[in-house]
């Protein structure tokens, strides 16, 4: 599923696919991850162009948002731009 295949090495050591990391990807970007999960996904993340355009984009996004308007991101809006990503995958 999806382009990209990433698994580079034998190294297991990490769970998170490009699929996770959309998946976790606002939980990322608000800090709310554990240490260990938040590691894994920058650890991801930094070796996979793919997902790393996808989050510097959703990260500036993010700060635009932000210092745009007070409020934080509308649950509304997270799950429409999650479902854009999954219908572009
Ligand atoms: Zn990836």
Redesign the pocket.
Known sequence: MGE?V?TDSTDDDSS???RA?VEELYTFLDGELSDGRRIQIER??T??????E?VEFHASLKMTIASKCQEPVPDALRQRIRDALRAAE
């Open positions: 990209g990433s998170i696919d490009c990391v991801h993340y070796g996979c162009s793919g997902c790393h996808i």
